[in-house]
């Protein structure tokens, strides 16, 4: 089970840090991901991390601004975003899978609730 927190509204420009908190004991095992749907739009990739946290791998449209990590011994997958804009509204979804880093959503086999992003300008 996945329990994504930390959205809320904010300005542009601001910051905010996702997490992801996973129950069970085999967290390592998953490749983590991060996905966002904005209204209106399909479920579009943000970023990914590897079972080890060593490897990460970003869209686009985030890289340089945004930064996923994660805590094995807090069985947690963070995502710190950094000046965001209005086009990063969303809700953020994040998602564990059995696989290598990946950008596709239907290699991860679970997923979180979402959390929404909404960003002012």
């Known amino acids: 089970q996945l329990q994504a927190s930390g959205g809320g509204l904010v300005q542009a420009g601001d910051s905010l840090r996702l997490s992801c908190a996973a129950s069970?004991?085999?967290?390592?095992?998953?490749?983590m991901g991060w996905f966002r749907q904005a209204p209106g739009k399909e479920r579009e990739f943000v970023a990914t991390v590897s079972r080890s946290g060593l490897g990460t791998y970003y869209a686009d449209s985030v890289r340089g601004r945004f930064t996923i990590s994660r805590d094995n011994a807090k069985n947690t997958v963070y995502l710190q975003m950094n000046s965001l804009t209005p086009e990063d509204t969303a809700v953020y979804y994040c998602?564990?899978?059995?696989?290598?880093?990946?950008?596709?959503?239907?290699?991860?086999?679970?997923w979180g609730q979402g959390t929404l992003v909404t960003v002012s300008s």
């Open positions: 998602a564990a899978g059995l696989t290598d880093l990946s950008n596709v959503h239907y290699t991860y086999g679970y």
């Open positions: 069970g004991r085999t967290f390592d095992r998953y490749t």
